[in-house]
């Protein structure tokens, strides 16, 4: 395993601004308004010849109890523990506050290495700050500006004992070129999977049931998640790297700055993802604003799963289940057929068949078929239901080949495509979902004439030189 370094501090220090420099890009979502991070987001960090995992934490505060505050608490301190040395941030300009003292303190007893930054010190403004922060007994102070990137060689030097004394990373490619978390360096690929629904429907409970560990923040609260989080583990023998996202509302309720910027983070992880699954409340599903979500994921040609959370509260399961799957193809018949299944993150319940069917989207998604079977298919449906005939003429479908995967996208070669009415687009579509067990993934269906791929088209015919009308009569004279 690589070297794990956790930033941890008070709420507006800059965790989240250096762990964005420390990752060569602005992941953390970034905000004047304290408390902005509350999950743990792990990334892939690179400074001079080091490279490391670094994790951006919530903004430490005093409280132990049960509020959202306190699980934050509970969760920065958990990260301290699973990592290898902490960064201890204050805020320079603000100097050494009562809190700081106090976490330190914690930081002391936690019995990992702990490194001081004192972010925010350029110029004199954080020169007092600086002083300050010799009293807090964890060491030399490191200056640093996480926004305009002073003091990361002086990081390098404090940093670069503690990852020499932790080993080489044994896991890790020779000469591998880190990049951004979207990535993950591991000798398989992992599938990528993005959870999305509306506030409160259980993504993030969902994640920590799958992985079986409590590594999200979670609580009655909506709105908790504000990143989109990725976690990359194993999942019954498929590695995964997994997105959680903050819970999508109707845009005429997003208001403030900072769900706008959570919500744009959530579309970022649906267009990165493979499978999108669409999370749904069984209590309430199929809303408004579900259906936008769904929707969005067949835009974006994302494999798409719809999972209905909370089955354990369902009294009338196998009524209710009929009834979902009977609106949801009747509410996106464009999704027809996309596996539908009730889960319980509550207790595990379902989650094997949900692995199941990602993974059967995830195959259907690459699919491949021959040209010669697409033709051959063509033609039969062709003969079933010939195209229209507008004006007295009739559009040929001469040719058909698949042109890419991911998703499945298929070029007709036809006469007058631009004539041909979105009906018989839509019977084609339906007849390729059906009759090649492709449910649920989008499908694209491009109709073109031969005439757009001669490069001849629409050319004028030259005019013969006179040179030419001479050669053609025979009067051209020798020389």
Do not use: C
């Given at each position: 395993m690589s070297f794990t370094l956790a930033i941890v501090g008070r709420p507006n220090v800059g965790k989240s601004t250096l762990?964005?420099?420390?990752?060569?890009?602005?992941i953390a979502l970034v905000d004047n308004q304290p408390g902005v991070t509350r999950d743990l987001r792990e990334g892939a960090a690179r400074l001079g010849?080091?490279?490391?995992?670094?994790?951006?934490?919530?903004?430490?505060?005093?409280?132990?109890?049960?509020?959202?505050?306190?699980?934050?608490?509970?969760?920065?301190?958990?990260?301290?523990?699973?990592?290898?040395?902490?960064?201890?941030?204050?805020d320079a300009r603000a100097g050494v506050t009562a809190n700081d003292e106090y976490f330190a303190e914690i930081l002391r007893r936690s019995g990992r290495p702990v490194l001081l930054a004192a972010n925010k010190?350029?110029?004199?403004?954080?020169?007092?700050?600086?002083?300050?922060?010799?009293?807090?007994?964890?060491?030399?102070?490191?200056?640093?500006?996480?926004?305009h990137g002073e003091g990361m060689s002086d990081l390098l030097v404090a940093l670069q004992p503690l990852v020499d004394a932790k080993g080489p990373d044994e896991e890790a490619e020779a000469d591998v070129d880190v990049e951004d978390e979207e990535r993950l360096i591991t000798r398989a690929k992992p599938l990528q999977i993005a959870v999305v629904g509306r506030p409160n429907a259980g993504k993030s409970t969902l994640i920590n049931q799958i992985i079986g560990d409590d590594r999200l923040l979670t609580g009655p609260e909506a709105g908790i998640t504000r990143d989109a989080i990725g976690l990359s583990f194993d999942w019954h023998g498929t590695p995964v790297r997994m997105f959680d996202t903050a819970g999508m509302r109707k845009r005429a309720k997003v208001q403030e700055k900072l769900e706008k910027l959570s919500v744009s983070d959530g579309l970022r992880a649906v267009k990165f993802a493979e499978v999108v699954v669409v999370l749904l409340d069984a209590a309430i599903p199929f809303e408004t604003q579900d259906l936008r979500i769904a929707d969005l994921a067949e835009r974006e040609g994302r494999a798409v799963v719809v999972a209905v959370?909370?089955?354990?509260?369902?009294?009338?399961?196998?009524?209710?289940?009929?009834?979902?799957?009977?609106?949801f193809e009747k509410l996106l018949?464009?999704?027809?057929?996309?596996?539908?299944?009730?889960?319980?993150?509550?207790?595990?319940?379902?989650?094997?068949?949900?692995?199941?069917?990602?993974?059967?989207?995830?195959?259907?998604?690459?699919?491949?078929?021959?040209?010669?079977?697409?033709?051959?298919?063509?033609?039969?449906?062709?003969?079933?239901h010939p195209p229209p005939a507008p004006g007295g003429r009739r559009i040929k479908l001469r040719y058909m080949t698949q042109a890419k995967t991911r998703p499945p996208g298929f070029v007709v070669m036809c006469s007058f495509p631009e004539?041909?009415?979105?009906?018989?687009?839509?019977?084609?579509?339906?007849?390729?979902?059906?009759?090649?067990?492709?449910?649920?993934?989008p499908i694209r269906l491009w109709m073109r004439s031969q005439a757009e791929d001669n490069p001849y088209k629409n050319r004028k015919k030259s005019t013969p030189s006179r040179l030419t009308k001479h050669v053609k009569k025979g009067e051209t004279k020798k020389g």
């Open positions: 762990f964005n420099r420390l990752v060569g890009r602005k010849d080091l490279r490391f995992t670094v994790v951006d934490t919530a903004g430490l505060e005093d409280a132990t109890d049960d509020s959202l505050q306190g699980r934050m608490r509970r969760l920065t301190e958990r990260a301290v523990d699973m990592a290898d040395a902490a960064l201890f941030i204050i010190a350029e110029g004199n403004a954080g020169q007092a700050g600086m002083i300050e922060a010799y009293g807090l007994g964890l060491g030399d102070p490191i200056g640093l500006s996480a926004e959370n909370k089955w354990d509260l369902e009294p009338e399961k196998q009524q209710k289940l009929k009834d979902l799957r009977q609106g018949p464009q999704l027809r057929g996309a596996p539908l299944i009730a889960v319980s993150a509550k207790t595990g319940k379902g989650l094997d068949k949900l692995h199941d069917a990602i993974l059967k989207a995830h195959e259907v998604w690459n699919i491949r078929i021959s040209t010669a079977r697409l033709n051959q298919w063509l033609g039969a449906m062709v003969e079933a004539k041909l009415p979105e009906a018989y687009s839509r019977y084609l579509v339906n007849g390729l979902r059906e009759d090649f067990n492709l449910p649920g993934t």
